[in-house]
């Protein structure tokens, strides 16, 4: 249980958080940097793969040192490998060689809500879930099957690790106009749990995520947030939340019932 360490109120931003890991969606490639998110019709492709677009050489600087690095040459001759129904393959191709190229950083501890910090290895991946669901490990043959064709050598086991860490803590990157353009790892806010009567949400601001107060809160109070959109209907509100992330939900809306 996460707790409130001092008073907030409606729109205070109880925490900010940098991406472990964050991906801009193919539909949305030249058209958003893929460094900080800003929509521009002027946005610089790399010069190398070709298929990142930046505001500027700052944004360029700071996506190379975030992940680009590792996969800019692999890209040039392979991004169309990497472009899935479902914009995983690469996003989860970045994380992998993130990893690979510097195994500690799985053990690097970001502040989160509460007082408390967590790291990469902490997250959840419900891999033994995962296994015994027939539609996600369809999922993960073809982005396993999409790596390996890159020439990367990537253990299907560490992928169903990486797929489930993902898919269970990741957060939606949007636009200003709440379209979705991508997704990322923020493992400081990771640590909320789920209420359908929550007292945070979060939103993304350029490539960070922000959470915010939804209500007065007082020190000591839990702080959770919601995964799955609290207006759709309990029913099926509830077998989502079991689909997805493998619980069934107590809150006091779903007890009503």
Same mark, same amino acid.
């Given at each position: 249980?996460i707790?409130?360490?001092?008073?907030?109120?409606?729109?205070?931003?109880?925490?900010?958080c940098?991406?472990?890991v964050?991906?801009?969606?193919?539909?949305y490639?030249?058209?958003?940097?893929?460094?900080?998110?800003?929509?521009?019709?002027?946005?610089?492709?790399?010069s190398?793969?070709?298929?990142?677009f930046?505001?500027?050489?700052?944004?360029q600087?700071?996506?190379?040192?975030?992940?680009?690095?590792?996969?800019?040459?692999?890209?040039?001759?392979?991004?169309?490998?990497?472009?899935d129904e479902?914009?995983?393959?690469?996003?989860?191709?970045?994380?992998?060689?993130?990893?690979?190229?510097d195994?500690?950083?799985?053990?690097k501890?970001?502040?989160?809500?509460?007082?408390?910090?967590?790291?990469?290895?902490?997250?959840?991946?419900?891999?033994?879930?995962?296994?015994?669901?027939?539609?996600?490990?369809?999922?993960?043959?073809?982005?396993?099957?999409?790596?390996?064709?890159?020439?990367?050598?990537?253990? *299907?086991d560490?992928?169903?690790? $990486?797929?489930g860490? =993902?898919?269970?803590?990741s957060?939606?990157? +949007? #636009?200003?106009? @709440?379209?979705?353009?991508?997704?990322?790892?923020?493992?400081?806010?990771?640590v909320l749990?789920?209420?359908?009567?929550?007292?945070?949400?979060?939103q993304?601001?350029?490539?960070?995520?922000?959470?915010?107060?939804?209500?007065? *809160?007082?020190?000591?109070d839990? $702080?959770?947030?919601? =995964?799955?959109?609290?207006?759709?209907?309990? +029913? #099926?509100?509830? @077998?989502?939340l079991?689909?997805?992330?493998?619980?069934?939900?107590?809150?006091?809306?779903?007890?009503?019932?």
């Open positions: 249980m707790k409130a360490e001092k008073n907030y109120k409606p729109y205070d931003v109880v925490l900010e940098p991406p472990f964050h991906n801009i969606n193919d539909k490639k030249g058209q958003v940097c893929d460094n900080c998110l800003t929509k521009s019709d002027a946005l610089k492709r790399c190398v793969c070709n298929h990142m930046y505001c500027d050489r700052n944004c600087r700071n996506d190379w040192r975030a992940g680009h690095r590792y996969e800019c040459q692999i890209l040039k001759s392979h991004y169309q490998k990497l472009v479902y914009d995983l393959a690469a996003l989860l191709f970045r994380l992998y060689l993130i990893i690979k190229a195994p500690q950083i799985v053990y501890k970001y502040d989160s809500v509460g007082g408390q910090q967590r790291c990469f290895a902490e997250l959840m991946s419900h891999r033994d879930y995962i296994l015994k669901d027939e539609f996600k490990v369809g999922v993960i043959k073809d982005i396993h099957k999409r790596i390996s064709s890159c020439g990367v050598e990537l253990p *299907i560490d992928l169903v690790d $990486l797929f860490k =993902y898919t269970i803590n957060f939606d990157l +949007v #636009f200003t106009d @709440k379209f979705q353009c991508g997704g990322g790892i923020f493992i400081g806010a990771s749990d789920h209420s359908c009567a929550f007292n945070v949400y979060v993304s601001v350029g490539n960070r995520l922000q959470v915010i107060a939804d209500q007065y *809160i007082t020190a000591g839990e $702080l959770t947030t919601y =995964y799955i959109n609290p207006k759709i209907p309990t +029913v #099926f509100r509830r @077998k989502l079991k689909q997805k992330y493998y619980f069934d939900c107590s809150c006091r809306l779903c007890k009503l019932l």
